[in-house]
């Protein structure tokens, strides 16, 4: 998962684009199913959201954010960039193969999922995940594991593998996964290891 999501760069974002001043801080409401991201617009709304709910939750000093927000702030930011500048293009996917969100019951998006091609693999691009889930605010168990799951299936699914450049502080989960390292925090899955990995894990949430 290659993101950016420096605690500098979020503040650039947040000061510059002037996101998320206008929306409702959000705390997630229970979990929902895993479905396509509807528009890009979608994608603004939630990164709006989730800067909303650090800036009114934690507090406009992001000196005090912890890595994981940040982190995950950043990587739905670096989504909604990609979006950003396809659609000035007039692509209304952001270039991604596939990107699916989790919704809580009020349809909002706690997590996300963006991949591309990568000649014989799928690279599983972004994932995050709310902060409020990262911070234990709300109780949730598997949501990384289901969305990183999703991203296999489509792999299963067109025959490829699965390849990505995680962030150094989720390397532990994709070890955990069973992914293969080859190289500095670069991981891979051959086809046959990702369809074992998805006919044994399922991704559930509890």
């Known amino acids: 998962v290659d993101a950016y999501g420096t605690s500098d760069g979020v503040k650039k974002a947040w000061d510059t684009r002037g996101r998320g001043q206008h929306q409702e801080a959000t705390t997630p ?3 929902g ?3 396509d991201i509807k528009s890009p617009q979608e994608v603004y709304d939630a990164y ?5 709910y650090l800036h009114t939750k934690v507090g406009d000093d992001w000196h005090t954010w912890d890595k994981q927000s940040v982190n995950s702030l950043g990587v739905m930011r670096d989504i909604a960039s990609a979006y950003e500048n396809a659609e000035q293009r007039g692509d209304k996917d952001g270039d991604f193969v596939k990107t699916e969100a989790m919704r809580d019951k009020q349809g909002n998006i706690v997590a996300a999922v963006a991949c591309t ?3 014989r693999n799928i690279c599983l691009d972004y994932l995050c995940v709310h902060p409020a889930i990262l911070r234990g605010e709300v109780e949730a168990k598997g949501v990384g594991t289901k969305m990183f799951t999703e991203a ?3 792999a299963s699914q067109e025959g490829k593998g699965m390849k990505l450049f995680a962030l150094p502080e989720a390397s532990g989960f994709y070890r955990k996964c069973g992914m293969v390292e080859k190289g500095e925090d670069i991981f891979v899955f051959d086809k046959h290891q990702v369809k074992d990995f998805v006919e044994r894990v399922g991704g559930d949430v509890h």
């Open 29 to 31: 409401q229970g979990m």
């Open 33 to 35: 199913k895993v479905a």
């Open 48 to 52: 709006d959201k989730w800067a909303s």
């Open 117 to 119: 091609h990568m000649g």
């Open 152 to 154: 296999c299936k489509l």
